[in-house]
């Protein structure tokens, strides 16, 4: 059974940072590519970045301006999202998924509905 969790939301000052975690199982996360989406109320899910299973990253959202990193450990399954200089506009519930074929540059992150799995998301609240 394959489980998808995220970890590392929380309630933060504008300005400040936090580290997203994202723990699999039953998955060849090796051989997986994993991305990061996020939600706001009332809009549509955005896709932030996808990162192949060789470490090539694609991004998709230009909201985080450089200020989010993207990462993974394959030995450990986990994937990472480092988020710095949060503004409160990046206020929104956080999202992992994972696709057992590539991100396919953006193809992935503009297309949520292709992920073979998603956890249950983090949230995220920034405050001015």
């Known amino acids: 059974q394959v489980q998808v969790m995220e970890s590392g939301g929380g309630s933060v000052q504008a300005g400040e940072s936090l580290k997203l975690s994202c723990t699999t199982s039953?998955?060849?996360?090796?051989?997986?590519?994993m991305a990061w989406f996020r939600q706001a109320p009332g809009k549509e899910r955005e896709g932030l970045q996808c990162?192949?299973?060789?470490?090539?990253?694609?991004h998709y959202s230009h909201h985080d301006q450089g200020r989010f990193t993207i990462s993974r450990d394959n030995a450990k399954n986990t994937l990472y999202l480092q988020m710095d200089n949060l503004k409160p506009e990046d206020t929104a519930m956080y999202y992992c998924a994972a696709r057992t074929t590539f991100c396919g540059g953006t193809y992935f992150l503009t297309n949520p509905d292709k992920a073979n799995y998603w956890g249950r998301g983090t949230q995220v609240t920034v405050s001015s």
């Open positions: 039953g998955l060849t996360f090796a051989h997986t590519a």
């Open positions: 990162i192949s299973w060789n470490g090539g990253i694609d």
